[in-house]
């Protein structure tokens, strides 16, 4: 559900998309062990840095790209279920990163549209944004259930970018993962990657990243001369 | 302590050190998630990807590493229990990567000496032990217990190579953390680094790596020509 709390003007207006898991709250080494305890339940033996380099993606997705082409697909469905309630365990430990309430206060009182742009379920979605405490800063979010195809795909980001009113031109998108800099690029929307969640910069670079940062707290410390900066200030604004 | 299951002969001999969490058996998510649970029982919030990337250090230097120089260091100790606590948990789980065993067999079927050259605590090396079910192949192992200074200190390094009567001239290390490199490094052994504990191919090159493979796997399907092949039939034997 894309949920819309703050009231648009209809003029031009310059936004940034954010990923959550690995990028805003500390949760993608959580969502790794989850897969892995998953797969496990249904004898699939997946190696826990092949999964941590699929977080990110849709559920499906992940759990496609994992297992063999040949396997009885059957039990895919148990597996995604099974993942939801081996994390949704964590719901009380998820932590914020450091600096990410205030990243988006600072974008908000910039005038910038936030949107929450996740591949995540949506209770799991809930979960993280209680961690974060940063409600009252986010224009819209959306969730697994907002578009058919996940990230890589760009779906998501179009449905985040339509619910604030906020053209691809006018946008930048943050995320930590390999798939977010791809589904960035597939729109051409200017990409910043965090290596927070565990990808390196050099693995983010690869993927398109135009620049990567440590986490909230290091975009917050350089943010007028990163490209959310650019946004903040518009040269034609 | 250093277990030595096989005489060596007095000759020249060649030899493998292998590091074991997250280069031969799928432990170094494990180890990361234990150790935020044990910083959070002892409220401090340390990053995952931060805690992930000293996976491969010794305890008390991780622990040193990564929290404040001022804080009270009186609690260090219980924060290195609560990780054993939380860490023996997941011994049942324990799986080696596809290819660990069977790498392990086929250095030691071409003749070469087999070190484990871990700093993990002595009881979670045995589970690992339990896990890779290869102690018929493996010669001598060092623990925590075997050396003052732990990775990347290249201590536990020596003593593995002294155990199997070995000089750094004529070993190989395989370890999949920037700390395996460094270790490595100091005393001029040629590394092999492996992704498979989670940290990327060009952090391990910038780290030293001389070459980096996937996994066990991989270096299987390529050992003729990886620095270990070179080991298994020396110009000069």
């Known amino acids: 559900m894309i949920t819309q709390s703050h009231a648009l003007s209809r003029g031009r207006r310059w936004g940034v998309l954010f990923d959550v898991d690995g990028t805003l709250v ?21 190696p826990m840095a092949a999964i941590h380099r699929c977080v990110g993606m849709g559920g499906a997705r992940l759990v496609d790209t994992l297992l063999p082409a040949g396997r009885n697909r059957e039990a895919d469905a148990e597996i995604l279920t099974s993942h939801a309630a081996v994390f949704a365990q964590s719901w009380p430990s998820l932590r ?29 979605l809930a979960a993280n944004r209680r961690a974060l405490g940063a409600d009252s800063f986010i224009h819209a979010a959306t969730s697994a259930d907002d578009a058919k195809a996940s990230k890589p795909a760009p779906d998501i980001l179009v449905a985040a970018l339509e619910a604030v009113g906020v053209l691809t031109a006018d946008s930048v998108y943050v ?3 390999v798939w977010d800099m791809q589904a960035a690029a597939a729109l051409g ?32 410390d350089n943010l007028q001369a990163s490209a959310i900066g650019r946004l903040l200030a518009p040269a034609d604004a």
């Open 26 to 46: 500390d949760s993608s080494y959580i969502h790794t062990l989850a897969w892995w305890q998953a797969f496990r339940q249904h004898q699939h033996d997946v």
């Open 96 to 124: 914020p990163f450091d600096g990410a309430k205030e990243l988006l206060a600072q974008c908000h009182a910039g005038g910038l549209a936030i949107a929450l742009a996740s591949s995540a379920r949506r209770q799991d």
């Open 175 to 177: 995320g930590d993962a």
């Open 189 to 220: 929307i200017p990409a910043i990657g965090v290596t927070c969640g565990g990808t390196s910069a050099a693995e983010l670079r690869d993927a398109g990243a135009a620049e990567v940062y440590e986490g909230p707290r290091d975009i917050l």
